[in-house]
């Protein structure tokens, strides 16, 4: 290396001059995690959309099978909608009393959140069986192939994560609030969300668009 | 009790498959004897199986596409016998047979060699080039990779239990649906795929967040190695990517499994929707296999050329804008099923965009070798190498992102020319020059270069040989995945790629005896410097092999080509002699979870396949056991002392010293 290639690099070393902000090196575990979840989160929405872009493509074709309109309940689906939105909400105070450690409140946002969303899903798999009850089965038309896997992937999401809020509740009264358990439960806080946010695009394009046809 | 397994599951009436099963197994029990009697299962279990070290993991996703490469060759020799021999006549393989080996073949190249090779390189190699302990998520990195060997597991189970995909390694519908396909051959290959697909998500989410979160002090973004730059791109793709894979096959097994229309001909259901997906999927993929390798490329240009890369920024911007038009182009996979002109030649134009990136990408090479002081070390000479093939697969690509020839050249051999072209010039090579690049950081001993320079010509020349004859063909009208055919033209051009195809096995074997006479003299070939190339980023400062801990400190990164920058101040200020203050290190501690997650795994995926619904149950509860488990552990770090840092480190430093001041005194 010869003298001139250090000068050189001493000028041209940014650091020298102050414009560029310097990393300050590798980020703490708590956001590394969340920002993994989210990385996680958005693949979860990519595959998601394959199955509102399949709905759309074959939401017409029924082969004289029933349409939308036919067989949504309005009345149900709001009450799935409310059920969901408000078990967001319950938990987002569940996760506030984790972040003041307080267990009593903890248990029971918690547990409002599960047994909204097992409400939910109850209904849901009524209106399932119910309408293969009536014949009108995924497999009867690819309109009803492409309702089913669309929303009974998001019924399969919110099952999971039922069984993952259980796991939660346990974790906590077994370990208390530590560290990992605490970002667990952060996690477990965006993964309720971002399904209600996908039930949000469900409810639109399905029943709303659906419903109106 | 055993759903759809019973003993005709068994190939019994086909000799190939057998022996060959049989021939594996016997290799398989031979090496476990050997491991046990020599009492080695502790060490496999405690330094490798459980562990969560980012380097081991990477050596075994390595380890498992070689041996993978292996597999899908042998499928490739029997393809070009099979040709070369097939003119008026039905060849030696039955063309069900013939049909499942070029399903295998290419399923197993892609996803089982490829895919876990360049993971592989990146797993061992970016959190030491940016500086820091290990990836984002140990853990999960074990778990991806044992889910990948559970993938493979399962594609060479076909070949002695049931049988394997007869429809191409994309599985086009509707003769992957059950009423063309009522075998069992299109489960194997969609569980396989959905299984270690899960398994290149996980490992996809950790890079991202280690490139993007990981990074040691001063390593802003202009100032990480080109490699790590491609590896950000790469597994961005994976992520946007790898769910639409998910959820396409999700649909695929919906349809076999409970009678959806998804993509059947009745009821409504939409074929060209999965070309449509599954090519969102697709086109993407190869830019996830082909930018990783060429971050390899620059970082060995620039290496043996003794010169930084030649224009890092543009660089940077061209891996971006890869990324990103590669997700715009997926319809040229289907200029000839009806779309139309208009869209047609929307596609082509976007097509032939991305090789104004990749063009940028070819003059900086060449202009970082202009004036350097150019070394043909091994890992040259492929980067040497891809560059020509690259160059003419590049060009053959542009040509087939015009649809008026695509029209004549579309599903010809022409095109398998094609993809081989790009693929294996630019993904294999690649991964090749990366693994003899990085090969002494991983093991502390250099490969033994004669053997390497061989085993370079030979493939290399086999690889011209075997394909070039592939364009002719094509040119003549030769389709692809033909059995057997009758039009005299053709056959020349299949005996001399099926020659070409010896001269790459010759390649081969040239590669394995690298290897062996490697090992067998490494205390000649041993490397104490942990800079056996005078290499310029952060991977060639620690040792080699590295510490668990690879870095006693974060370094402290003040420009491009952190290494280099430290070595030169190093020369002129010899070395800061003041002893530093050590602390105390946290690692992750082993785990088997990965291990016993892909154990369950392996069982619901087979019971799946075969319709075994308690042992399916049986092996989703295990998994979601094992998680519960793992999630229950209590201390999932341990503390290296300060003092045993110190030890390790100052080992580290004494060579290095040495190594600068011999390099004063020259
Ligand atoms: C080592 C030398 C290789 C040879 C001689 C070879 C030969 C072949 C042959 C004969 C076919 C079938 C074409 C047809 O059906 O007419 C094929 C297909 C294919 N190969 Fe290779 N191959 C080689 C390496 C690779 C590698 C390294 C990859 C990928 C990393 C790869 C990926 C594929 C794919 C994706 C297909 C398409 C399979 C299908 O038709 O569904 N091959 N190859
Ligand atoms: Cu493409």
Known sequence: MSMTATVGHAHADPHHIGIVIEHPGPAPKRIVTAYGFWVFLLSDIVMFSCFFAAYAVLVSQTADGPKGSEIFEPHNVAIETVCLLLSSFTCGMAGIAADVRNRFWFYLGMAVTCVLGLIFLAIEFREFADLVARGYGPSRSAFLTAFFSLVGCHGLHVSAGVLWLLTMMAQVFAKGFRADVLRRMMCFALFWHALDIIWVGVFSVVYLLGGGA | ?666
């Open chain 2, 1 to 666: 009790m055993l759903g759809k397994l019973d003993w005709s599951a068994i190939p019994f009436d086909q000799p190939i498959p057998l022996i060959a099963g049989a021939v594996v197994l016997v290799a398989i029990l031979a090496v476990l004897i050997w491991v046990i009697v020599k009492g080695h299962l502790p060490y496999l279990w405690h330094e490798w199986i459980t562990s969560v070290d980012h380097k081991r993991i990477g050596v075994m996703y390595i380890l498992l596409a070689s041996v993978m490469l292996l597999r899908g060759g042998s499928d490739a020799i029997m393809m070009r016998i099979q040709q070369a021999i097939a003119y008026q006549s039905q060849g030696y393989l039955p063309p069900e047979h013939y049909n499942q080996i070029f399903s295998a073949h290419g399923t197993i190249m892609i996803f089982f060699v490829a895919m876990p090779f360049v993971i592989g390189l990146m797993n061992l190699v970016v959190p030491l080039q940016l500086g820091v302990r290990d990836v984002a998520f140990p853990t999960l990195n074990s778990v991806g990779f044992w889910l990948t060997a559970t993938g493979a597991l399962l594609v060479n189970l076909s070949l002695v239990i049931g049988e394997f995909a007869r429809t191409g390694w994309l599985a086009f519908p509707p003769l992957s649906e059950l009423s063309y396909s009522p075998g069992v051959g299109v489960d194997y290959y969609a569980w396989s795929l959905q299984i270690s697909g899960v398994g290149t998500l996980v490992a996809g989410i950790n890079l991202v967040t280690t490139v993007l979160k990981l990074r040691t002090k001063g390593m802003n973004y202009l100032r990480m190695p080109m490699f790590c730059w491609t590896t950000l791109a790469s597994n961005l793709l994976i992520v946007a990517a790898f769910p639409i894979l998910t959820a396409t096959l999700a649909m695929l097994l919906l349809d076999r499994y409970l009678g959806f229309h998804f993509f059947t001909n009745e009821a409504g259901g939409n074929v060209m929707m999965f070309m449509n997906l599954i090519w969102a999927w697709g086109h993407p993929e190869v830019y996830i296999l082909v930018l990783p390798a060429f971050g390899i490329f620059s970082e060995v240009v620039s290496t043996f050329s003794g010169k930084a890369l030649f224009g890092y920024r543009s660089m940077v911007l061209a891996t971006m804008a890869i990324c990103v038009i590669s997700f715009m182009v997926w319809l040229h996979h289907f200029f000839t099923m009806g779309a139309g002109p208009d869209v047609n030649a929307i596609f082509g134009i976007a097509s032939m965009i991305i090789a104004v990136p990749t063009g940028v990408k070819i003059y900086n090479w060449l202009f970082t070798m202009y004036g350097g002081r150019i070394r043909f070390a091994t890992p040259m000479l492929w980067a040497v190498g891809f560059m020509v093939t690259f160059i003419i697969g590049g060009l053959t690509g542009v040509l087939v992102a015009v649809p008026p020839a695509d029209f004549m050249l579309h599903n010809s051999m022409f095109l398998v020319a094609h993809f081989h072209n790009v693929i294996i010039g630019g993904v294999l090579f690649g991964a090749f020059a990366g693994f003899e690049y990085w090969f002494p950081k991983a093991f502390g001993f250099r490969l033994d270069e004669r053997w390497g320079k061989l085993a370079f010509w030979f493939t290399f020349t086999g690889f011209y040989i075997t394909f070039v004859p592939l364009y002719a063909a094509g040119m003549l009208g030769m389709t692809r995945r033909l059995q057997h055919y009758d039009v005299a033209e053709w056959r020349p051009w299949m005996v001399v790629a099926a020659l070409g195809m010896a001269v790459l096995t010759i390649g081969v074997i040239c590669q394995i005896m690298q290897l062996v006479v490697s090992i067998r003299n490494r205390e000649a070939l041993r490397d104490r410097t942990g800079d056996p190339w005078d290499g310029r980023s952060l991977e060639w400062a620690t040792s080699s092999p590295p510490p668990v801990f690879n870095f006693a400190f974060y370094p402290d990164v003040r420009g491009e080509d952190a290494y280099w920058d430290m070595k030169s101040h190093a020369q002129q200020q010899s070395f800061e002699h003041e002893v530093p203050e050590y602390h105390d290190i946290e690692m992750p501690r082993n785990s088997p979870t990965g291990f016993i997650c892909a154990f369950f795994a392996s069982i619901m995926g087979f019971a799946l396949i075969w319709h075994i619904w308690w042992m399916v149950i049986l092996g989703g509860i295990g998994a979601f056991a094992t998680f519960v488990v793992f999630a229950w552990r209590d201390h999932d770090e341990y503390i290296i002392p300060a003092d045993e840092v110190a030890r390790i480190d100052r080992i580290n430093l004494e060579e290095r010293r040495s190594l600068v001041s011999m390099a004063g005194a020259i």
